[in-house]
């Protein structure tokens, strides 16, 4: 059950003025039919949901008898990507994404949620289940067999990127890596999500590495999902549910004035604005307090190096003279929050770096979305944009002066995945580079400079 | 001039009016209704759209209260799918006082009308953004109407039971009979607003069922009936703040009833005496007044976005008492308490029990009727009582049947406000979408046009809301002007058969039918003829044939200007920025204030233009 009051999302709509800049900059409208676009799916449509739906038991009753009982109106809103280049664009300040997002939490909670959603949206579960003998899991879950049996009988698309469970967690690096830590009397908080800590811990490592660099101690403490593939896919107890025990275990750092750094974009996100927003917690004191103690983490260092507090000592990434070419790709949850471009402010930084910034709209798998096999084209179609983009530069770039492309760059994860997926180059996280120019980082092993 | 005879000639379009036309065709009688613009222009589709379970009255109005009671219940059977099953709160805040709840409470119960009191929390389970502070909450059977849809549909079940509806036909005259002792009125000169022709109606009785207008319809005669006209101002929020109709709980007063109808929510209403139903300006205190009294029901109503304002007009009537009581009509049929009082001097305190006044009893003139007063609730026991009063004059009796006997549609169940959007998504029919802030598809548009008569794109706005929304035809306005321009110079032949009302609200109904009516086999072959049929939608398709080039133009002025009556009384915040908007595309970019009209004027060009 959805609360509702004044300062609900959905009152927003109120803003709307129809004018369809929305509807002209939607990456998903723009290539299938089946999502007819952000301005019908949100404001409109939303006039026709009735407020807190399902609050009454006749309301969600399919053999009520009364009409409509049992179903939203519409299921187009399902194939909102989530992506929010609608927010972003809106001269108004509609939330329009977030309204997609409280509609499908009304379709599932009369509908009920399916297995794949389900278990998309339980990728801690996931991560730590395949943690446990990384080798047999990824096996399991990437052979060409297992992945034509996922997508058939779970709708789990065969071809979209998953990940790949790392041989190490990020929390066993730090068991192992005790003695090393640096110990401080400036401590920040890392948030590492579950992508982190199951599939790529050298991005942790890398932020940890930096952060210790700069003079830090990096306190991880025990964390779970931030609950965002939860709130994607409607299931909003759940991921309360996920974002309060969150609150509860960061309470007493929040208090303590630490920062809370996240390199998972939309982790931060959830943390700074979706979980609280979506699930109408602007009144709960602890959920306020985390989210303005929440940084991304460029977020946080640019701010450091507006304070001259960076250290310098940053190198070029090429041994050669060639520049490093680098497409970096802001991710739409980034762009979400409404902090400029972090990454590419400190980046900027690294000599010889030439940094080339996509603009594309979204890469298109938007979470889990672009793993839905009904959804994986139109999120590989919405992505085209930015595939082209680095192939562009991968192109131009083949003169032997100017350097060439072996990476792109991107702050969120399952963007990354899906860059790589259709680009064929790997995607680093930026920080990652930060940590390779500071000369603590192998960018090509993606493990720590000295080997552990 | 053209001449037509008839048995009963109604007066009036709105619910009353059609609802009389329905009972008596139903009955047998030949009938012929005239309006003098389009269906419920007046006060039926001006109204907050409360369908009453009586609650409200019954401290200070037992009969209307006893009245709507019951016609509730055969509305809902009736007009089932005008009707949306709301139910209603009648809600105490902090200060509405002690012990009205319980007098309330008892006299629910004293009347028969079922009331259940609920605990608060439940209340506000449902309705989350109700004032928190709310001390008791009671549960009725009010309900959303649509009236709009109820009176077409009513309409059409007049049209099936062999009524001839005339739109756009003005009466200009009475013919009156006789001497003195023995005056008759025998029919009626009327206007056709379109043609500009008039068409002699020869009628065996009369019956003037037109709402605030009735004094004047009975001045015609030399009758002098005396209303009490009581102007409401309503506000419209850019969405529902509740699924519930909510009533404060107290003697009923400015600005306690909040009604979810369709897309919207309705706070209304005041009720301000005023001279002529024509001129209703709505006063700055009074969207004050009701956003004030709304916060106390919704508490932040005030700042959310309000799309719209305007007035209705209460035809209300109370006889005055006066010695010679006997040679007088009683005030209705059952309604005995108030005769005693004091005439009202406000309007709030008038009844709104219904009034017929028989004028041979009342004023020696034969062939004539007034039905009056009440509550769109109770139109259909208006009619009945009229036809009732008809029957006694005509000297036939013939029972009733509109109780027992339901309007075309009602198989849909009841409206549920989802419908439309469904049906768009289960036919997916979004690049359909003409007026997109209310889902109106370009097939109900057509629909409407091509088979109710159009004069303004206002015709269209009652027929399927368009232009309703929060943009308020900003962004529909040209595009339906487009298509009814292209829809008349394709000359297309009038399309025969009657107009399926029915589902004239649904998109997905009117997408399968295509545009071709399939419904002629729907007026029985019995059906009593008439002296001329004037073919009423034909004249949709070619107003004025010289006039080409000015027509789109007009009909694209004054939709905009009606609409922008409605909006200028509360123009701040997010429906200042939209009206921002939607003057850039119209004035800046389309010069709309300077289209060539040719100094024509249509019937809603006098509307915005009145003070109202």
Redesign the interface.
């Known amino acids: 059950m959805q ?4 300062n609900s999302v959905g ?1 927003t ?7 369809n800049i929305c509807t002209s900059y939607c990456p998903v409208s723009e290539v299938t ?1 089946s999502f ?1 676009g952000p ?2 799916a949100a ?10 739906l399902p ?2 038991e006749a309301a969600a009753d399919p053999n009520s008898g ?3 009982a049992g ?6 809103v399902d194939y909102c990507s989530g992506c929010r280049v609608c927010n972003e664009v809106c001269p ?1 300040g509609v939330r329009i994404a977030e309204i997609n997002a409280r509609a499908r939490a009304r379709m599932v909670a009369t509908q009920g949620l399916s297995l794949r959603n389900r278990l998309l949206g339980r990728n801690e579960l996931m991560g730590r289940a395949g943690s446990f003998a990384p080798g047999l899991a990824n096996f399991i879950l990437h052979n060409p067999l297992s992945r034509r049996l996922a997508a058939v009988l779970f709708g789990v698309a065969a071809k979209a990127p998953l990940p790949r469970w790392h041989h190490e967690t990020l929390n066993r690096w730090l068991a192992r890596t005790r003695a090393q830590r640096l110990r401080s009397e400036r401590k920040v908080v890392y948030f590492h999500g579950c992508a982190t800590q199951y599939y790529e811990p050298f991005v942790g490592i890398a932020a940890i590495l930096v952060l210790e660099h700069l003079g830090y101690e990096v306190v991880v403490p025990p964390q779970n999902c931030c609950g965002l593939p939860m709130l994607s896919n409607g299931e909003f107890g759940a991921a309360e549910g996920y974002h309060r025990r969150n609150v509860a275990s960061l309470a007493d750092y929040v208090r303590a004035g630490y920062p809370i750094l996240g390199t998972s974009t939309s982790c931060t996100l959830t943390l700074k604005e979706e979980a609280p927003e979506l699930l109408d917690l602007e009144d709960d004191a602890g959920s306020q307090s985390l989210k303005f103690a929440t940084w991304d983490i460029f977020e946080w260092l640019r701010d450091g190096l507006d304070q001259g507090q960076l250290p310098s000592d940053l190198r070029p990434l090429n041994r050669t003279e060639q520049p490093f070419i680098l497409p970096y790709h802001a991710p739409c949850q980034l762009r979400a929050h409404r902090i400029g471009k972090p990454a590419l402010d400190v980046l900027a930084r690294i000599p010889g770096l030439d940094l080339r910034e996509s603009h594309a709209r979204c890469c298109g798998i938007a979470g889990t979305y672009g793993y839905k096999t009904e959804k994986y084209q139109i999120a590989m179609d919405v992505g085209a944009e930015l595939f082209d983009y680095v192939a562009a530069q991968a192109e131009e770039s083949d003169s032997v002066a100017a350097g060439s492309v072996s990476f792109t760059a991107c702050d969120s994860e399952t963007c990354r995945w899906q860059l790589e997926h259709g680009t064929g180059l790997p995607s680093l996280h930026p920080i990652e580079l930060l940590a390779a120019s500071y000369g603590l980082y192998d960018l090509q092993a993606r493990r720590p400079a000295d080997g552990n | 001039m053209k001449r037509m005879q008839t048995e009963i000639l109604v007066i009036g379009g709105g619910a009353t009016g059609a609802g009389v036309a329905w009972d008596a065709a139903l009955r047998g009688f030949r009938t012929v209704l005239v309006e003098k613009r389009d269906l419920t222009h007046g006060t039926t589709g001006r109204y907050h759209g409360l369908l009453h379970s009586g609650a409200r009255y019954v401290l200070k109005d037992v009969d209307s209260a006893v009245e709507c009671n019951s016609e509730n219940r055969i509305l809902r059977r009736t007009h089932t799918h005008c009707i949306e ?1 709301t139910g209603g709160f009648f809600v105490v805040t902090p200060e509405d006082e002690d012990d009205y709840p319980d007098r309330f409470a008892a006299a629910c119960r004293r009347l028969n009308i079922p009331c259940t009191e609920i605990p608060t929390v439940s209340a506000l ?5 109700l004032n928190p502070r709310i001390s008791r909450v009671f549960e009725l059977a009010d309900a959303a109407a649509d009236s709009f849809l109820a009176t077409h549909a009513t309409a059409q079940a007049a049209r099936q039971a062999g009524a001839l509806l005339l739109p756009y036909h003005e009466v200009t005259g009475l013919h009156l009979s006789g001497g003195d002792g023995n005056r008759a009125v025998s029919g009626a000169t009327v206007l056709d607003a379109v043609s500009g022709e008039n068409l002699r109606i020869e009628a065996d009785l009369v019956i003037n069922a037109a709402g605030a207008w009735s004094g004047k319809v009975a001045a015609l005669a030399g009758i002098d009936v005396r209303m009490i006209l009581g102007k409401g101002v309503m506000l419209a929020t ?6 519930t109709v909510i009533n404060r709980c107290k003697m009923p007063s400015d600005g306690d009833i909040l009604v979810p109808i369709h ?1 919207v929510s309705v706070i209304g209403t005041t009720d301000e005496q005023v001279a002529d139903p024509e001129n209703l300006p709505i006063e700055q205190w009074e969207v004050d007044l009701m956003l004030t009294e709304g916060d106390k029901l919704v ?2 109503l005030s ?3 309000i799309l719209r304002a305007w007035a209705g007009v209460r035809p209300l009537y109370q006889e005055p008492p006066t010695p010679e009581e006997p040679a007088h009509s009683r005030n209705a049929s059952r309604s005995t308490q108030l005769h005693e009082q004091e005439s009202p001097q406000e309007s709030r305190d008038a009844t709104r029990a219904l009034a017929l006044l028989d004028h041979q009893q009342r004023d020696g003139v034969s062939g004539f009727l007034t039905i009056t007063g009440g509550k769109w609730t109770t139109f259909r026991l208006m009619a009945e009582s009229a036809v009732d009063a008809a029957c006694a004059q005509l000297s036939v009796s013939r029972p009733c049947r509109t109780a027992e006997t339901t309007v075309p549609g009602v198989e849909q ?10 049906e ?2 289960e036919e ?1 029919l ?2 359909e ?1 003409i007026c ?2 209310e ?1 109106v598809t370009r097939s109900m548009l057509e629909g409407a046009a091509q088979r109710n008569p159009t004069v303004t794109l206002d015709d269209l706005r009652r027929d399927v809301r368009l232009g309703m ?3 308020q035809g ?2 529909c306005t040209y595009r339906a002007v487009g298509i009814l321009h292209e829809m008349r110079a394709a000359d297309n032949p009038p399309v025969a058969g009657e107009w399926e009302v029915a589902h004239m609200q649904s998109p997905a109904h009117h997408h399968n039918d295509g545009s071709v009516a399939e419904d002629a086999d729907n007026s029985p072959a019995s059906s009593p003829s008439h002296t001329l049929v004037p073919n009423a939608p034909q004249r949709s398709a070619a107003i004025d044939p010289q006039a080409e080039l000015s027509e789109p133009n007009l009909l694209l002025r004054d939709f905009l200007q009606e609409r922008w009556k409605g909006v200028t009384p509360i123009l701040w915040g ?1 429906q200042l ?2 009206e921002r ?1 939607d003057e850039l595309i119209y004035l800046s970019i389309l010069n709309a204030d300077h289209l060539p009209v040719d100094d024509r004027e249509s019937p809603l060009s006098s509307f915005y233009r009145s003070n109202s």
């Not at chain 1, 609360?3 to 004044?6: E, F, G, K, N, Y």
């Open positions: 609360t509702v009051s004044l009152m709509l109120d803003a709307c003025i129809k004018c039919d007819p301005k019908y404001p409109q449509s939303e006039r026709f949901r009735e407020i807190g609050l009454s009364a009409p409509g179903h939203s109106p519409d299921a187009s108004t | 099953d389970r449902r309705e989350p953004l850019n969405r529902r703040l509740t699924n897309t508490p932040g700042s959310c976005r169940g009841h409206y549920w406000l989802g419908h439309r959007l469904n768009i998504e997916e979004q690049t979408l997109e802030c889902l929304g929060p943009c900003g962004f997010q920025r939209q908007l």
